[in-house]
């Protein structure tokens, strides 16, 4: 039965939400607060990643925590807070960084990631424009000897999983592409693919006008009205809406939304930056795994992309940070000019943090026709197609086309 849906938020959860909803034939209704070709889903590194199999939430990040914790420009900071959602989202993240919930995680980031990178593979074949889909995998690349066993140690399990990696020398990697890198080798995770973001978002939100989708730009969605099963209205500073279902897709900022009918959806902005330059040279997405710096050609760009800062939503573009990417860059790829003035459009977004490291995707316990979908970390842009699909599906009362119940956003964290 054809249902009139509403959407809160217009990054790539959200219109991947649509695409898919309109395939299932219901009405839908976008809304957003910001306009249109800003924020997180334009400004990401464009990875799609079954190598990224891992949750974020692992031992291994509370020791990095530890180590940058006082390095102003290192690309983990936490900014101490005395907030008490801040706090209750922090002790849940140190208590959820052990192996149980990276193995709990595991299968679900990976069965996520595949199908996700299947979808943007026929979205790349079927919308007739050319978002720069590219099938090539990505480096994990190592300069030091403690780093190169801990990406041994996860290469062998990433086999393990039935992922395709290799390990290569410097010299072979040199050999991929024009720029030679100053790194000791990598590890190349072969079913990765990556895209340019800023450019399927574009032309999925000029798809979906076409198709019938109404999008409602400037329109901050302040409040939640429910009943005792069913959010009944929502509202924006100066209207009331109804709709059918209603899906809340709106990033780091889902968590307070849900506040306005007194519901617990822990979550906290991980801000990251990124930039671009004219250069051709370098071929191979490749993350420089030392300096947490991610490295992604698109479409004859190149985009640079790192730093995780846990401050709250803190809109500064702090130049300190963007100045340490830029100089691990150009500690890489010594024959390619990082100098200041090649780098252009310096953007920031926020990454929707969960204290488990998982997304939250499914229904609202005591809300029968609210969704949620986000949550998703490092990992949005990759699951962004499997997670519109799954929600498209609970929405029409299908079975989901894949398990999704770590995702549960009502689980205890
Ligand atoms: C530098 C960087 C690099 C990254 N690289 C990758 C990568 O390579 N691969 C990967 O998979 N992921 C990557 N990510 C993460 C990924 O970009 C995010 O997980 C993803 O974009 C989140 O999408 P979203 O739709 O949930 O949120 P957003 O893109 O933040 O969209 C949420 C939208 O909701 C709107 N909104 C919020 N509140 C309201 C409200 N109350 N009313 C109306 N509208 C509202 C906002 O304006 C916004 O447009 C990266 C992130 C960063 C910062």
Known sequence: ?????????????????????????HQVVVYDQAKTGRGTSYVNSGYMTP???TTLVNPGVLRSAFRYLLDPSG??????????????????????ANKKNVKNSENTLLNMSFLSKELYGELNKKLNFDFGFTETGLLQTYRTSKVEQSEKKLAKRARELGLEVVHLSKQEVDQMQK???????????????HCTPDVFMNHIYQYLIKKGVQFEFGTEIIKLKKSQSNIVSFQSKNNTYQADQIVLANGSWTGKLLKTIARDLSLQPGKGYSFQMDNTDIE?????????????????????????????????????????????????YPTIDFSVKKCQNIQMGFR?????????????????????????????WSLGPVTGKVVSEMVSNKKTSIDVSRCDPNRKI
């Open 75 to 96: 690309p983990l900071f936490i900014k101490p807070n005395l907030d008490y959602q801040f706090l209750k989202w922090g002790i849940r993240f140190v208590l959820n």
């Open 352 to 380: 929707p943090l969960t204290p488990d490291g998982m997304p939250y995707v499914g229904r609202m316990d005591g809300c029968s026709n609210l969704i949620v979908a986000t949550g998703h970390a490092m990992v949005g």
């Open 51 to 53: 190598s990224h199999f």
């Open 1 to 25: 039965m054809k249902k009139q849906v509403a959407i809160v938020g217009a990054g790539i959860m959200g219109l991947s939400c649509a695409y898919y909803l309109l395939e299932e034939g």
């Open 179 to 193: 720029a030679p890198m100053n790194i000791q080798g990598a590890y190349w995770y072969k079913d990765d693919a």
């Open 284 to 332: 191979m997405p490749a993350i420089l795994t030392e300096s947490k710096v991610a490295i992604t050609p698109m479409l004859g760009k190149t985009r640079i992309g790192g730093t995780m800062e846990i401050s709250g939503f803190n809109m500064q573009l702090k130049k300190n940070r963007v100045e340490s990417i830029r100089r691990a860059a150009q500690s890489y």
